[in-house]
């Protein structure tokens, strides 16, 4: 497989700390953004790469040459007029006629490309699109997808959103068959997400593949020196699904939300006092942050899917707004009692994903790559607790919501803390315990 990064780019918000160098030149620990990108390529085994140059495109030419240096092949498009993010592919296409990724020259990334690669090739998609939440998601473009992560909306940054949206965001890594080519006609001025990835999701082509690997734009001097910090940090090597990941698992209610009984309605969503902080803690930690959650509302007929799509919805925003997100979230729909009024008798089961079973925690086990038993669970019930113990992870009670007064395991946690933020305080070790 070949590989497109666009390097044309001027990084006019970057300007302070360009100095006549292309946007993605600009170095982090000694070494250009570009390098490290080709450097994660041919970790994958992808060689074959084609650089799309503008804007002093000479010094990357210069640079990087034919690539031998590095043991990869380089050759080079020069775009003597700006064509957007996608006019060049047109005059490149008769080096595409197998899948391909493309890149952005301004993104940090550091990714295990087979898992996507394989995403990819499974969809059968025309366009598989990098898609993870981020800690600004108000000023991202959304994607919208349905059960099959099939892309069916495209939530632009800088229109109005007037309903809760989930938190995933096109990342600027795509994987493209060859197929898009029919929404490139000619060689004129082209955006890649506009004119083509949208005309192909008419068509139900375009697939979102999560991941919680380490993509992040370096557009402005802020986004920069993030990046910067996490590589010093080993955050961003740490993130490669190749690697096993630590996890912190939350519980909603009463853990991330104000306990309230069963909460059926998206307005009764309010955070608990600390969670924006604690969970941006982790955020800037080596750690995952998943939810599970026993939602039995659905089983009992109080609440849709739909409903509860909107609940954790307005939940994202709340978080984003304030910058920060969950990395996924997990739900079990069941409820084994029956006898409730409207209750879906299908899903009035015993199963193996209803905490204190572990089979939300298997789950993303496999979904991210996740160690168990280098990872927590936080909750405020003693089935919490038990369900941690029972997957053989480190336990913490927090004293909020029914503060582990449910009674219903006689189980101890490894530490009790009073609210979230200590919490993380306590697993990341930013205080003293």
Not at 6 to 17: E, Q, V
Not at 83 to 107: E, N, P
Not at 359 to 369: I, K, V
Request: with cysteine; aromatic share 8%; proline share 3%.
């Amino acid at each position: 497989m070949k590989a497109v990064i666009m390097a044309g780019g001027k990084g006019t918000r970057l300007s302070s700390l360009l100095k006549d160098i292309p946007k993605p030149m600009i170095q982090i620990e000694g070494k250009p953004v570009l390098e490290h990108q080709i450097e994660n390529l041919k970790e994958n085994g992808i060689t074959e790469i084609i650089l799309v140059i503008g804007h002093l495109g000479e010094v990357i030419e210069n640079y990087f040459g034919d690539g031998s240096n590095w043991n990869v092949s380089i050759c080079y498009y020069r775009e003597e007029t700006p064509l957007g993010t996608a006019g060049a592919l047109f005059y490149i296409k008769k080096h595409l006629t197998d899948d391909f990724i493309l890149l952005f020259g301004d993104v940090f990334v550091n990714v295990n490309f087979a898992r996507m690669i394989n995403f990819h090739s499974e969809k059968q998609a025309a366009a598989t699109l990098f898609s993870h939440p981020n800690s600004h998601p108000y000023d991202s473009d959304i994607l919208v997808v349905n059960e099959e992560n099939r892309v069916i909306d495209w939530m632009y940054k800088n229109l109005e959103r007037k309903q809760s949206y989930a938190n995933l965001v096109n990342a600027g890594v795509y994987i493209f068959s060859p197929k898009i080519f029919k929404y490139i006609e000619d060689g004129s001025k082209r955006d890649l997400e506009k004119n083509v990835i949208t005309q192909s999701m008419q068509h139900g082509e375009v697939f979102a593949y999560r991941s919680t690997e380490y993509v992040k734009d370096i557009g402005t001097p802020e986004r920069y020196k993030k990046v910067c910090d996490d590589y010093r940090k080993g955050i961003c090597a740490s993130r490669n699904l190749k690697n096993k990941q630590k996890c912190i698992f939350l519980d909603r209610d009463g853990t991330i939300n104000k306990y309230v009984g069963l909460l059926t309605e998206e307005t009764q969503m309010e955070l608990e006092d600390h969670v924006a902080e604690a969970i941006s803690k982790i955020n800037q930690s080596e750690y995952l942050a998943v939810v599970i959650t026993n939602q039995p509302v659905i089983a009992r007929g109080d609440c849709t899917f739909a409903g509860l799509e909107a609940i954790h919805n307005r939940m994202q925003v709340l978080l984003g707004d304030t910058g920060c997100y969950v990395d996924d979230i997990y739900y079990c729909p069941h409820h084994p009692d029956r006898g409730f009024e409207g209750e879906i008798a299908e899903l009035k089961i015993k199963c193996d994903c209803r905490k204190p079973h572990t089979g939300m925690l298997r789950q993303a086990a496999d979904d991210h790559n996740i160690d168990l038993e280098q990872s927590w669970i936080i909750g405020d019930t003693t089935m919490d607790i038990q369900t941690g113990k029972n997957a053989g992870m480190h336990t913490m009670l927090v004293l909020t919501g029914e503060c582990g007064k449910d009674g219903k395991f006689n189980v101890k946690p490894d530490c009790i803390r009073n609210n979230l933020s200590e919490c993380i305080d306590y697993i990341t070790g930013r205080k003293n315990s």
